[in-house]
C-alpha cells in the first residue's frame, strides 16, 4: 500500500479497494492466533473500565465514524458514550461526568479542532486517547495513549479506508471491556471477505449513478446505526461530486424535509436492521409516493425484491463498515461522470490545521 496509484485512475478508486487488507492487517496487529488480543496496553483496557462515560471528540469523517463508536461502546460494553464536534465541545463544554475518558478519533493526528478540547480537557486533569493513522502525529503524542488504525497512507482528501478502520479500532477497544459474546476476529475477517464481494460489483453500482444520480441534490435515509452510517455516505457524495447530499433519520422526514422531495429527487435507503426495516421501507414509500427515484442499500436478512444494492450478512454493528462501501462507490461514480477532480475536491485539504 504505497503512495503510488498503480493501476488504478485516482487514489480514492485504489483506497476503496485497499479496505478488505485493511481490516486483515488490523487482525493481524491485535488478534493472535487465538483471537486474543494483543498489543493494546492494559492500561487502556483500565482506561476504559474505569470510565464512567465516555466522550468522542470528532469532526468530519472522524466523527462519523465516533458515533458509530458510540453504539459499539453502549451495546458491546455498556459503557455510556457521547459523541461530539471538536468545534463545538472546545468553547461550550457541557457537564461532564466524574471518571470521564476522552476518546479523540483523528486520521492525521494534526486537527485544530482537536488539539484544542485536548489541551482544555488535560488541563482539568482528565484522561485522554487519541486513535490515529499517524502515531507520530501531536495529538498521539500529547494524549495520555494512542491507538494506530494502520489503514496506512490515504492520499485522497475523500477518506475511505480511515473510517472503515477507525470503526474496526473502536470495535477492538469495546470488545476489550465487554462480556466477549461474539467472536470479534472471526467477525472482522467476514467483513473483510464481504467487503470483496461489493468491489466486486463496482461497475453494476456504477450503471446505479448513471441512472439514478441525475439531480441537483440527493437524500440518504436510514434509521438507528443507519442514520449514522447516512451521515458519513451523504458526506462521501458532498464533498466530492458537490451535489447538495444530507443523510437524515428516516423518521424526521415527515417534519420538515419532505417538502423538499420533488420528482426524481435521488433518496437513498439504509437498512441493515431487522427491528426497524419496516419502519424505514415505510419512509421510502412516502417519498416514493411524492416523486423521488429511490434506491436501497440492504442487507441479505432484510432485503425486499426491488432493492437495487444487497450486502451479506455480518454482526449488526459492523454493517456500517458493509454499507459505506457502495455509498464510497456512489461518490466516486458521481464524481466521475461530472469530471471533477475526486482525489483533490475543491477548498477542501486533507487535514484541517487551523480552527
Excluded at 468553547?91 to 470521564?100: A, C, F, R, S, V
Excluded at 466486486?200 to 441525475?214: A, G, H, N, Q, S
Excluded at 437524515?248 to 420538515?256: C, P, R, S
Excluded at 436501497?296 to 450478512?313: L, M, P
Amino acid at each position: 500500500m504505497d503512495i503510488e496509484k498503480g493501476e488504478y485512475s485516482h487514489f480514492m478508486m485504489k483506497e476503496i479497494n485497499e479496505q478488505p487488507s485493511v481490516i486483515r492487517r488490523i487482525i493481524g496487529k491485535y488478534f493472535d492466533e487465538n483471537g486474543e488480543i494483543k498489543k493494546i496496553s492494559s492500561r487502556i483496557f483500565k482506561e476504559i473500565e474505569k470510565s464512567d462515560r465516555i466522550y468522542i471528540i470528532g469532526a468530519g469523517t472522524s466523527m462519523n465514524a465516533g458515533f458509530i463508536g458510540k453504539e459499539m461502546f453502549e451495546k458491546m460494553a455498556g459503557i455510556p458514550c457521547e459523541v461530539h464536534i471538536a468545534s463545538e465541545f472546545a468553547y461550550n463544554i457541557p457537564i461532564l461526568t466524574e471518571k470521564p475518558l476522552f476518546m479523540f478519533i483523528s486520521q492525521s493526528g494534526e486537527t485544530a479542532d482537536l488539539r484544542a478540547v485536548l489541551v482544555n480537557v488535560k488541563a482539568k486533569g482528565y484522561r485522554t486517547l487519541t486513535i490515529t493513522n499517524v502515531r507520530t502525529s501531536t495529538l498521539a503524542r500529547e494524549a495520555d495513549n494512542y491507538v494506530e488504525i494502520h489503514a496506512g497512507p490515504e492520499i485522497a482528501v475523500a477518506s475511505t479506508k480511515a473510517y472503515t478502520a477507525q470503526i474496526a479500532i473502536l470495535s477492538i477497544l469495546a470488545y476489550m471491556v465487554s462480556d466477549k459474546h461474539i467472536d470479534l476476529r472471526k467477525e472482522l475477517s467476514k467483513v473483510a471477505i464481504s467487503i470483496e464481494n461489493i468491489i466486486d460489483k463496482k461497475d453494476y453500482i456504477e450503471d446505479l449513478v448513471k441512472e439514478y444520480l441525475t439531480k441537483r441534490n440527493c437524500f440518504y435515509i436510514g434509521r438507528g446505526i443507519d442514520y449514522y452510517a447516512c451521515l458519513e455516505s451523504s458526506l462521501k457524495l458532498k464533498e466530492i461530486s458537490y451535489i447538495q447530499t444530507e443523510g437524515f433519520a428516516a423518521g424526521e422526514l415527515k417534519h420538515g424535509t419532505i417538502a423538499l422531495i420533488e420528482e426524481g429527487t435521488p433518496v437513498i435507503a439504509i437498512i441493515s436492521q431487522r427491528s426497524i426495516s419496516k419502519n424505514t421501507r415505510s419512509n421510502l414509500n412516502e417519498v416514493q409516493s411524492r416523486g423521488a427515484a429511490t434506491l436501497v442499500i440492504s442487507t441479505k436478512a432484510v432485503k425486499e425484491a426491488g432493492d437495487q444494492i444487497v450486502v451479506d450478512d455480518v454482526y449488526e454493528l459492523f454493517s456500517p463498515i458493509l454499507t459505506i462501501i457502495p455509498a464510497q462507490f456512489i461518490a466516486y461514480y458521481a464524481a466521475l461522470q461530472r469530471g471533477y477532480d475526486i482525489d483533490k475536491p475543491r477548498n477542501l485539504a486533507k487535514s484541517v490545521t487551523v480552527e
